[in-house]
Structure formats: C-alpha cells, structure tokens
C-alpha cells in the first residue's frame, strides 16, 4: 500500500519508539495467551519476543544447541540466550540436541545448503520439540525471528510451509518480523494476536533490524545466528570426510574435527596435531583410552592424538607429523614420547616432509 499523499510506501516497522504499540490488550482477556519461542540469542529472535510480548502474550524461551553451534562457548550465544531472557524476564529452557541432530547430518531427507547444512530437516526437528514444549506449558503456538528470504534454504515460503507441515505445526509458527508477507497464522485468525501490530520485513539487508533494536533498546546484540559450524566450508569438508570413511562416527568424532590440523594416515586412521596449547589440552581431553598421544621428548610442542589403526606405521607417521609441526621441523631426527594407555616409549623420527604432509592433510585449499 501506498501512501497518497505523499506516493511513499509505509514502513514496515515502526519508525521511532512512539510507534510502538501499548503493551497490551489482546493477551490480557480472563486466560494470558501464551507462546513458545525459539531463542537462539541473536537480534532476531530476541527482536520477534519483543513485538509478542508487546501485545501482553506470556513467552517462555526455547533454546537448541548442538556440537556445531559456534555460540556455545561460555561467554556465548548459549549464555546469550539465558542473558536475552533474563533481561525479557520470561522464563528458559535449553536443550542439548546433539544426538538427534547428528543421525539428521549424516543424511537429510531435504539434502544440503550450500556446505553440510541441512537446514530445512534441522528446523524441522526443532519444531517437532517446540510442538512438544509448547503443549507441555500449554502454550498456543510458537514465535521464531525468521524473516522471509534472509536465509536461502530454509527461509523461502515453500521451505517454511514444509516444515510446518512436517513438524506437525501448520498454522502454529508466527513469525512476527515478516508476519506480514504471510498467510495468517491460526493464533492470528483466532485473534490470540493482532496481526496489524505484526511486521513485515523481508530479505537479507539488516537495516530494518537495527531500527527496531534501537526502538527496543537492544543494545550488544551478539552474533546474527550464523552460529553453525555446518555452514563452516572448512568444516563441512572435515565431517563429510569423516562421515565418507566412518558413517557410524559419534559425538566425540565430530568434537574432535574442532580441533587441530587432521590428517588422513588410512581409511580408519587419522591423526590430530594441536595448534597451540588450548588446543593441545583439548586434545588430552578427547582422547579415548585407544588413543595414541604424542608429544616431543626434549622440548615444547604440539600434542599429537592418533585414532584408528596404531600400527608401527602409522605411529612413526604421527610423530613425524608431531615433529613436522614443531620448533624441531628442521632437526634431521627428534624425539617423540608415545603413550598408549598406561605405556610409554620414545620414537626417534625425521619431520615429516612438508609435501608428504599437505597430501594428507584434510583441507579445502591443499
Ligand atoms: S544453519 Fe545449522 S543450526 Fe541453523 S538451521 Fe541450518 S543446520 Fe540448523
């Protein structure tokens, strides 16, 4: 719609914090309505909490994550979400999902994004345990901050209609941002919200973001839910590699791509040089008692961990690498302690050559 007078079309959201409506009226009947969110900590979401709350709707949080979320370190995104719903003040619930969310991974029904992102089955996992949540709390539907086009696999309305259809949630899922670019949600025909109050933001520019986080007073808002590793190109060539020699790969496989320098010693074998002693550390950490670990005899270095077949070739191959990656690359023979469990024993080995390094190396720009 256009505006006549001026031949302007009106904004999508509100322009200056007078805009925004009252809280609320729509929720405050003889029962609140109530909502389940999907809160992942970035703008958006916290931003769609903002507009429903703003209507008097009661809204508990949900939070997801996984082994690939780059946001849950402790100063992060996980947090985030605990910090975004405490300053709401509405209560959370975080759930750790990694163990469904990997059978999804290693083989999506809907296929890839553009690395080993399997958007479209993962929101539709989420939605299924938010369906869940929301009946548990008695909630009538769910918010997400998703905005139509801002996402290429998952948020295109064909993508959004399946995966409401195939979490069992068609006409549950509002998405207050871009609202307005879709069909009325059942909560709106139901009068539960009021879908003039609702916005309609779309595509991939944040511009109309930031004016509504100014509007809210949101400020330090942390990353833009990019947090997935899957969408990492050097990472997804780490999983698909590990995913090709080993389809039964667990949680603690995938950890361990996080981490160090891989390299590829056989079809079951691979060693794992730390990078620097956050990663050397991590590394002793995610040893299994089958493990070999290496390190230098005679000076600092990096830890090496070897998993797979611990035949004499492959370990004198690791600590060729544990060398290689050392202050001692240039020595002709170093020292390597090897532990095996509660075994111990030294090597003495030349460094790796660094050609015989970078073609095992598992790496997208060899
Ligand atoms: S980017 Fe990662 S977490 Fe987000 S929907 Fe896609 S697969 Fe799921």
Redesign the pocket.
Known sequence: MTDTLTGTPPPTVPTAKQDLPAVDTVGETDKKVKAVALLSGGLDSTLAINVIKAQGIDVTALN?S?V??LCNRSDSCKSEARKVSEALGIPIKVLNITDS?LKI?KKPKHGY?KNM???I???IN?FRMAGEYMSETGASFIITGEVLGQ?P??QRKLAMKIIERESGLEGLVLRPLCAKHLEPTIPEKEGLVDRERLLAIKGRSRKEQMQLADIFEIKDYPCS???????DPGFALRIKELFDHDIDSNVKDVSLLKVGRHFRLDGQTKAVVGRNDAENQRLETLARKEDARLHLADMPGPLCLMHGNLTDDNLQSAARLTARFSKAKDMPLVRVVLRRGETEGVLEVPPADPLWAQDRLIARNK
């Open positions: 997801f996984t690939f979320c969310f991974v994004g992102n399997p958007c089955d993962c929101r989420m996402r696999m998952s839910a990019g947090g997935c590793l899957l969408t």
